[in-house]
């Protein structure tokens, strides 16, 4: 029948009229992120200010884009600082592996996922920059990796 496209056009047009709206208008509106989401990584503080890391570079080693850097060097009085802690963003894939191997819970997957940018030297970060390293005698996590030995750290 001719016209009969026209109105099967009409009833799909009334029929959304009246279905719930799910769209969002981003970025007024936005969505509650999922807990589990992953997205850039940033460096745990204890309540004190002080890093958690204790620049075992365990991370580094499991990175699998190889985007961690971390520039250590050992204090007179003993243990360990931080140069440099520098995460290349721009080539991070957000899987998380860095965090699952860290046994200090030193790193986490922020929920940081407005990550444009035109200026590409803002996908360059420093977690950490001239601090002190926490004491590697931290009791690790019970589920974690054993630390590795200072000629292993160093080989990092
Ligand atoms: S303590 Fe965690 S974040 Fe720091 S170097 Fe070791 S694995 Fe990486
Ligand atoms: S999330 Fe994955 S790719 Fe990104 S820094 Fe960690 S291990 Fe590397």
């Given at each position: 029948?001719?016209?009969?496209?026209?109105?099967?056009?009409?009833?799909?047009?009334?029929?959304?009229?009246?279905?719930?709206?799910?769209?969002?208008?981003?970025?007024?509106?936005?969505?509650?992120?999922?807990?589990?989401?992953?997205?850039?990584?940033?460096?745990v503080?204890?309540?004190?200010?002080?890093?958690k890391c204790t620049a075992c570079l365990i991370c580094?080693?499991e990175?699998?884009?190889?985007?961690?850097?971390?520039?250590?060097?050992?204090?007179?009085?003993?243990?360990?600082?931080?140069?440099?802690?520098?995460?290349?963003?721009?080539?991070?894939?957000?899987?998380?592996?860095c965090v699952t191997a860290c046994p200090y819970d030193a790193i986490?997957?922020?929920?940081?996922?407005?990550?444009?940018?035109?200026?590409?030297?803002?996908?360059?970060?420093?977690?950490?920059?001239?601090?002190?390293a926490a004491s590697p005698r931290r009791t690790p996590r019970e589920d974690a990796a054993p630390a590795p030995t200072?000629?292993e750290a160093?080989?990092?």
């Amino acid at each position: 029948m001719w016209g009969l496209g026209v109105l099967k056009g009409f009833g799909i047009t009334i029929k959304n009229m009246f279905r719930p709206v799910i769209t969002v208008q981003y970025p007024e509106q936005r969505l509650p992120i999922p807990e589990r989401a992953r997205w850039a990584v940033h460096a745990v503080f204890n309540e004190d200010g002080t890093p958690k890391c204790t620049a075992c570079l365990i991370c580094v080693k499991e990175c699998p884009d190889h985007v961690l850097r971390v520039e250590s060097s050992t204090r007179p009085e003993g243990g360990k600082h931080i140069d440099t802690y520098v995460y290349e963003l721009g080539a991070c894939m957000m899987c998380g592996l860095c965090v699952t191997a860290c046994p200090y819970d030193a790193i986490e997957m922020s929920h940081e996922y407005e990550l444009a940018t035109r200026d590409h030297s803002d996908l360059t970060r420093m977690l950490l920059f001239d601090v002190d390293a926490a004491s590697p005698r931290r009791t690790p996590r019970e589920d974690a990796a054993p630390a590795p030995t200072g000629t292993e750290a160093a080989d990092a």
